[in-house]
C-alpha cells in the first residue's frame, strides 16, 4: 500500500514536472508582447498614426506616451521606433549581426534604385559593394580626395563674391563640382552644365522611394499595367525615373571611359583608379568587375538618394541659417580663425585641431538642423527580444535621431544654436555626446562617407567664417527678416528658408577669396 501509494505520489509526482516542463516551454516559445503602440486597426494597423508631416515631431510624441521603444503595425509591417541612443546602440551596434539590413522595398527597383548598395539587403552582395567603397574613403587614404573638396569650397567662395540672397544654389554647386570631379574628373560648367542636370534629373526621383506613402508598394502588381490606362499617369513617371536614375548611373561612367565628355578633367579620380584596377584582370572577369565599378562610382556621387550633395547640402544651409541668426557665435570663429590662421591664407585641414570653436559650430550644425532626421531604416534579419519585447524577423527599425539630437537632457535649450555646449576651458568637451555618434547612423551601416562629410564639413564651414560675414536678409525697407528655422518632410529634410546676407569681411577678405580661390580653380588637372 505504502509502496503503491508513494508509486501514485511519486508517479504523480513526475506527471506534475513533466506537466510544468511542458507549460514552461511552450510559454518561452510564445515570443513576449510586441513594445507598446497605439492600438492597431484591423487590417491597415495604426496607418492613421503614422505621421506624414515632420513625422520625427510625430514620432516624439508617440514616444512621450508609449515609450522609448516603441511598435506601430501598417498592413501587417511592424515599425519599431527608437527614440534613445542607448537602445539604438543595443539593436543596431551591438546586435549588429540581425539588424543590419534594410527593409523590403517595391518602390526601390521600380524607381530603378536596385543597383545601389545603400539599399541593398545584409549579405554577401551588400558586403562586397560596400568594402569596394571603402578602399576609397576610410581614414587612411580620404585625404586623396582634399583637392576636389579644396576646390568646391573655393567655387563656394568666388560663387556668393556675387552676393545673392539665397546661397543654396551655389552650395549645391559646388558640391556638384566636388562629387564629379573626385568621381570621375568631370570639372563642371559654371552654367548648363550637362551632368549637373543629370544628377539633379536622378537625385529627384528619390522622393518616390519613400516607402509606406505609395500604393505600389502594397500592390507591386499595378506596376504591370499598361502605361497609357487612364490614371496611369504613376506609371509613366515612373518610368521616367527609371529614365533619369539610369541616365545617373551610366552617362558620367561611360563618357569618361570613352574619353567623350566636353572640357577639361582631372587625371586623380575613383572612376579612372578602379579602370586601372580592371586592366590587370582576366578578359573573362572584366566584364563583371565592371558593372560593379560602375554602380560604385555611380553610389559615391549618387550614395543614397544622393548623400554627399543632399545631407552635405541640407547641413551647410543649416550653417548659413544659424550664422545669420547667431551672430555672437560667428564673431567668436572669426576672431579664433584670424588667431590660428591669419589674414594671408585660407583655413587647412592641417588647421583642424587648433580651431576647437570652429569644430563645435561644426558638431552644432549637425546636432540643430539634422539633414536625416530618421536616419535610414534598419530591418532585422531574425526574431529578437529586447528588454522583454519581442521584435519580429524583418521588422523596420526607425531610430528618431532628430529627437534624441533635440533631448534637453543632453542638450539643454536644443531649439538654439549653442556651439559652447561643447566646450569646456576653451577645449572640446568629451563629456558631452558628439552629434556625430547618430548622425551618421549605426553599426555595419554606419555612413561610409562620414570621413569625407567631416573634412568637406570643416573645409568649407571655417573657409567661409574665415572671409565672409553672413547677416540676416534684408526686406524691401531694408530692415532685417527673422527667419524661422523649418525643416521640411522628407528622407532627406531641407530647411524651407535660408536666405541671407553674405558680404566679405573686409577688402582684404575679398583680395584673398580672389587670389586663394582662383588659384585653386586654375584649369589645369592636377
Ligand atoms: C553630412 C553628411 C552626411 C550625413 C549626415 C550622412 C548620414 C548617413 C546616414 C544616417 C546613413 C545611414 C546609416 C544607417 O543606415 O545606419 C548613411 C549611409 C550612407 N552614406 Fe552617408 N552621410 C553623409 C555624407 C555622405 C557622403 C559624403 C557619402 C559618400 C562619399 C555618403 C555615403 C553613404 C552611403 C553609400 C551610405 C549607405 C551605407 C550602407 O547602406 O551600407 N554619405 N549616411
Redo the contacts with the bound molecule.
Sequence with gaps: MIFSLSLVASSGLAALAILLIFLYRSASSVPGPLPPGPPPLPLVGNIFRIPKIAPWVGYQELSRQYGKIMSLKAFGQTFIVVDDADIAMDL?EKRSAIY?S?PESNMVALVGWDW?????PYGAQ?RRY?RM?WQ??HTGVVSKHDPHVKRGAAILLRRILQSKPDPREDIRHSLAAV?LGMTYGIRIAEKNDKYLAIIEGGSATGEHLITATSILEFLPVLARLPTWLPGASFLRTLQRCRKAVREMRFVPWNDTKHGIMDGVYDASNIAAEMREELSRLTAESVAEEEAVALDIAA???S??TT??IS??F??LCGFFLAMSLYPNVQRKAQAELDAVVGPGRLPELEDLDQLPYVNAIIKEA?RWH???PL????ANTSDDEYCGYFIPKGSTVI?N?WSILHNPEYYPRPDEFVPERFMKDGNLDAAVRDPSTV????????????H??DN??FIYISSVLHTYNITPPLDKHGQPIHIQPRGKSGIVSYLEDVRCTIKPRSTSAEALIRTCADGLLETRPY
Design positions: 543596431l543590419s534594410r545601389n548598395f545603400g539599399m541593398f551588400w560596400r567603397f576609397h574613403f562629387v553610389t559615391v556621387y550614395g543614397e548623400q554627399l545631407l552635405t541640407s547641413t549637425l539634422h539633414p536625416t536616419g535610414l531604416p534598419h531610430v535621431v548622425a551618421f547612423g549605426f553599426g555595419r551601416r554606419v555612413c561610409p562617407g562620414r569625407l562629410a568637406m564639413l
